[in-house]
């Protein structure tokens, strides 16, 4: 039988040898033959470490962009140069300006590296998901997430214009699921739209089905007491069988949701391989 599974590819940490982590996201999703790969990291190591777990990049038969911030897209244009054209599912507002904040107040680029190379716009057969899309059969995006909570934000300061005066408020954000016999399997890039949001917008796309498994970047690195508490009891509320937070998700918050979640929660490094029951 076909292989369901997801292969982390690009994560802030490795868990095996010889390959690499670096600040980004990657995941490989395998849904019996078809492929998708969900963000591709900032560029650095996602072929390197796609070799070494025997990943075929080239095999894709869709590249998910879950916003437009650099360590989620710097990958973009590698993997189409090996894949040749693909579709490549984004919000339109993934391909605009996205800039931070220096200290001293300048703003810096943090968008997508590639949004102006030619190979792009060449070798993408780009779909817009302005809506609930799916991608391949099994395989379901968000599209933008409708904003309830009153305890969550972006996550931190971000802004469309160099000068950092237009807050971008991300609507790009997006997420990936997959339908399992345990319940649904999340991919989140940032959830800058909120994980409890996002969690709660999964529900009602899928008809209120149990969520088993979230796994992906949370974006709690600035969240305060208030806003953890609320993500816990609201977690506990959905009744998510297991946490594997990472990447953008913070040290601190990690690790309250672990001390929250205990025996709930898994590490997600590179190398890390989620089977999905059929």
């Known amino acids: 039988m076909a292989e369901r599974r997801v ?10 040898r010889g390959l690499l982590g670096e600040h980004g996201l990657s ?3 395998e849904l019996g033959s078809k492929r998708a790969l969900f963000d591709t990291g900032q560029g650095h190591v996602l072929e390197g470490n796609a070799r070494k777990l025997g990943v075929r990049l080239e095999t894709a038969d869709a590249i998910v962009l879950s916003h437009g911030h650099y360590d989620h897209t710097g990958g973009l244009v590698g993997v189409l140069k090996a894949a040749g054209r693909v579709r490549v599912f984004a919000h339109p507002v ?26 792009l716009r060449e070798r993408a057969e780009l779909v817009w998901t302005e809506g609930p899309t799916e991608v391949l059969e099994g395989l379901r995006l968000t599209g933008p997430v409708p904003r309830v909570t009153d305890f969550e934000d972006t996550g931190g300061a971000f802004f469309t214009d160099s000068a950092c005066t237009d807050p971008d408020l991300l609507v790009d954000d997006q997420s990936a699921f997959i339908e399992t016999a345990s319940g649904t399997v999340v991919v989140l890039g940032c959830a800058h739209a909120g994980v409890i949001n996002t969690l709660r917008y999964i529900r009602e796309l899928t008809g209120d089905r149990p969520i088993d498994t979230v ?54 490094p590179v190398g890390t391989v989620l089977a999905l029951e059929d």
Do not use: Q
């Not at 009891?233 to 949701?257: D, I, N, S």
């Not at 929250?260 to 929660?265: A, D, H, I, L, T």
């Open 7 to 16: 292969t982390v590819l690009v994560e802030n940490t490795a868990g095996g």
């Open 94 to 119: 993934a391909f605009a300006g996205k800039y931070g904040r220096n200290p001293d107040g300048s703003g810096r680029d943090i968008g997508m590296p590639s949004r102006e190379d030619p190979d």
């Open 215 to 268: 796994m992906g970047g949370m974006h709690l690195l600035s969240a305060g007491a208030r806003r953890m508490a609320r993500t816990v009891e609201e977690l506990g509320r959905l009744g998510v069988r297991r946490l594997m937070p990472c990447h953008c998700t913070g040290f601190e918050a990690a690790a309250w949701l672990w001390r929250e979640f205990p025996g709930g929660c898994s590490a997600c």
């Open 27 to 29: 995941f490989w999703i």
